[in-house]
């Protein structure tokens, strides 16, 4: 499997937009879903095949094969090290976890603000051993509540990634008149083509496709992305100049799993140190019974993108050990889900392929995280399994960007007193 980095720069204001059921605004994402990113790349393909897609050609391995590319989600690369103040960051992009907490006065990452730490680890430990777990900002005391978006980490520091909106007000045209038509007047919330004041910054995202390359395919989508791509439009409401962006895309790299399997193992490990050793600090309060790190084995598994989640035929918002059994090679009854994190939303869209709107999808939402365990003998068969559900994503429209899961997450062990 190769990866090819995408960086996505706005030039004028970006549409995208969120359909609900039963609502008659569409509220702009803060980010690009690879489902968006996937539409604008397929039909840019299309404008320039001489022939109508079959079953055996590059486009059907990219978009219809079932082990399809993977577009994954494009989230905003602008950091925000304090007010007013915006830069382009070139690490990676990640979703700060549901179980992540900050002041409620004052939230967000230190300096600046009064730091951001880690509750599922604390939570657990507190639980199993009767206790109750309400904490506050060691710091001052305040309250705190969950702290969610997009963050970054360069050089021991954390830095909050957002992106500003607007509001632009059009009327509609009646054309038979080429006039403004009477009581059609409507607003469309738009992400902004640049951020910050005086001093601007171009609105930059960046994402990646996953691509299975058997036979160079990812060399080919590269070469198509440099030549033709630069420059299209994306999202909503493109006829009326909005969505237009610059598209560079970086060298096909090898996603190689044996450093993957490597990374998740030492994830793993250093995950249930930090369980074992805080399970002694809660200890103390109380009489606690052995260790659970002493006979099995911990790992969270944390969203990185929505995911539709499919169990017995039904919709679910939390990914049961039935669901994870056969992604993971063991017996569902050696899994037990301890602690889950989860909310939910709903999610359309438009397929301009098919010139239909999509299914409404009941979604659990990014930064979700659920806390499992197994027993120590299988730990080790897991992490092969473990490093592929990172790679594909877990649940239905994976290669649209849902689905994608990070295995112990490393900002799960930033506790209480070591807030960032």
């Known amino acids: 499997m190769k990866k090819i980095d995408l960086t996505i720069t706005a030039l004028s204001p970006l549409a995208i937009g969120q359909r609900k059921p039963g609502g008659s605004v569409s509220e702009a994402l803060s980010y690009i879903p690879g489902s968006v990113i996937r539409?604008?790349?397929?039909?840019?393909?299309?404008?320039?095949?001489?022939?109508e897609p079959s079953g055996?050609?590059?486009?059907?391995?990219?978009?219809?094969?079932?082990?399809a590319a993977v577009f994954c989600n494009a989230y905003p690369a602008i950091a925000q090290p304090s007010p007013g103040q915006y830069f382009a960051s070139e690490s990676d992009i990640r979703v700060l976890p549901m179980s992540a907490l900050s002041s409620k006065a004052k939230p967000g990452f230190k300096p600046e603000k009064a730091g951001v730490f880690d509750s599922l680890i604390d939570s657990f430990c507190a639980r199993e051993q009767g206790h109750f777990y309400v904490p506050n900002n060691i710091a001052d005391g305040e309250l705190v509540e969950p702290c969610r978006g997009f963050y970054s980490q360069s050089q021991q520091r954390y830095y909050t990634h957002a992106v500003s909106k607007r509001l632009l007000t059009r009327v509609g045209i009646n054309r038979r008149r080429a006039t403004a038509q009477d009581e059609i007047l409507y607003s469309i919330e738009v992400i902004n083509e640049s951020q910050g004041k005086p001093e601007r910054v171009p609105t930059v995202f960046?994402?990646?496709?996953?691509?299975?390359?058997?036979?160079?395919?990812?060399?080919?989508?590269?070469?198509?992305?440099?030549?033709?791509?630069?420059?299209?439009?994306?999202?909503?409401?493109?006829?009326?100049?909005?969505?237009?962006?610059?598209?560079?895309?970086?060298?096909?790299?090898?996603?190689?799993?044996?450093?993957?399997?490597?990374?998740?193992?030492?994830?793993?490990?250093?995950?249930?140190?930090?369980?074992?050793?805080?399970?002694?600090?809660?200890?103390?309060?109380?009489?606690?019974?052995?260790?659970?790190?002493?006979?099995?084995?911990?790992?969270?598994?944390?969203?990185?993108?929505?995911?539709?989640?499919?169990?017995?035929?039904?919709?679910?918002?939390?990914?049961?050990?039935?669901?994870?059994?056969?992604r993971i090679g063991i017996e569902a009854a050696d899994i037990t889900l301890h602690m889950a994190y989860t909310s939910h939303d709903y999610r359309s869209g438009w397929n301009a392929a098919w010139g239909l709107p999509k299914d409404t999808e009941l979604i659990t939402n990014m930064g979700s995280v659920m806390l499992f365990s197994i027993p120590k003998g299988v730990q080790s068969k897991c992490y092969k399994s473990l490093a592929e559900l990172e790679a594909v994503g877990i649940g239905s429209r994976c290669s649209e960007g849902y689905g994608q899961v990070k295995v112990c997450d490393e900002f799960h062990q930033v506790v209480r007193e070591c807030s960032v």
């Not at 397929?42 to 001489?50: D, F, S």
């Not at 630069?230 to 790299?253: D, F, M, T, V, Y």
């Open 56 to 67: 055996d050609d590059d486009f059907y391995k990219l978009f219809l094969a079932e082990r």
């Open 206 to 326: 960046k994402g990646s496709i996953l691509v299975q390359d058997s036979d160079g395919l990812a060399g080919q989508l590269y070469a198509f992305l440099s030549q033709q791509c630069r420059q299209i439009r994306i999202g909503g409401s493109a006829s009326r100049g909005l969505g237009k962006i610059c598209l560079e895309a970086a060298k096909p790299s090898e996603d190689k799993t044996n450093q993957r399997v490597n990374s998740i193992e030492q994830r793993i490990n250093k995950f249930n140190e930090q369980l074992k050793d805080r399970w002694g600090w809660w200890s103390v309060l109380g009489d606690a019974d052995e260790n659970p790190t002493d006979r099995r084995s911990f790992f969270s598994l944390g969203l990185q993108s929505d995911a539709i989640l499919t169990e017995n035929w039904r919709r679910t918002t939390v990914v049961s050990p039935e669901i994870l059994a056969p």
């Open 39 to 51: 539409g604008a790349i397929a039909k840019e393909i299309l404008n320039y095949a001489e022939e």
